[in-house]
């Protein structure tokens, strides 16, 4: 793999959060990239920003969940950088509410960006990584890929779907060494993700404290191009999730529920929207979705993440003991 100030990097989902920051963290590295997302503005807003490091950039507005419209952004990107090194599979939206009382179409815009349109970026990008021989696809997914969510189906289907769909795209490349697909999952990300998601339950959303700052993330994505691996994991919680999930997937999740009513209950009014899922919001272009406390220390977000994995485990413990006494 080329050192990172020489690579060429399509960004998909490059519009605001881990996207954008990631883009920045390139271009401060001499990379040459080509961004991607729905919003032509917004990417022009991160562009300029990555200009002002000497990247040369490159915007071209795409809906991942147009498959042609991807395969022609990799031949784009390709003809223009004179190759692909790696490219960052980014996007990824959520819709909040029960179930049954979030819109049908809802749920498959979630499914078809957070796994089809990743779907269609790998499509697009690994004939061009095997007729050069080498290249990396990284895909953004998230600890939502171990753990579900209650009250986001949809999510909770397109990332442990994702999860499998890179598991099985290393097996089919397991024949080329320099060929590498890396999955990311990161916690809680102090992104405008959150704000931008489908709100159907007319309660106002948050994150938990202790959410990671998107550079961070982007840091790791900019290590893999170097030093690719199958699974970057970040965020303190991530491994004691894993493990309940392992553990107790089904007291977990009936645990996460109960939490997840507690929350809306006591939350305040917020209105009933569909978000950024059919078209991409008007504040694109930021990095952080203002979550975080000033000067927040990592200690404290390390405590605050224990005592959350905490409460979960609890309310295992609870929930066992419903079952027993029934």
Sequence with gaps: MAASKDLKVVITGASSGIGAATAEAFAREGARIVLAARSAEALEAVAERCRQHGAEVLTVPTDV????????????????????????????????GKFHEV???????????????????????????????RGTFVNMISAGAFVPAPWAAAYSASKFGLRGFSQ?????????????????????????????????????????????????????????????????????PAAAMKLVQLLAPNAGAAAMNLFMRLYFERAGRAAVSAGNLFAPPADDGQVDGGFRKP?????????????????????????RRREAAG
């Design 65 to 96: 969940t147009d498959a042609a419209a991807v395969a022609a952004l990799a031949r784009e990107a390709r003809n223009r950088l004179g190759g692909i090194d790696l490219w960052f599979s980014n996007v990824g939206v959520g819709a909040v």
């Design 103 to 133: 819109p049908i179409e809802a749920h498959h815009r979630v499914i078809e960006s957070n796994l089809i349109g990743h779907v269609n970026d790998a499509h697009a990008v690994l004939p061009i990584f095997l007729e050069q021989g």
């Design 168 to 236: 099985a795209l290393r097996g089919e490349l397991s024949a080329y060494p320099d060929i590498h697909v890396c999955d990311v999952y990161p916690t809680f990300v102090d992104t405008p993700a959150m704000r931008h998601a489908g709100n159907y339950v007319g309660r106002a959303t948050s994150v938990p404290p202790g959410v990671l700052d998107p550079r961070t993330v982007a840091k790791a994505v900019v290590r893999l191009a170097d030093r690719p691996r199958p699974t970057t994991v970040l965020g303190a």
């Design 295 to 319: 000067r927040q220390r990592r200690a404290a977000a390390a405590v605050a993440a224990t005592l959350g994995v905490g409460a979960i485990v609890g309310g295992i413990l609870w929930s």
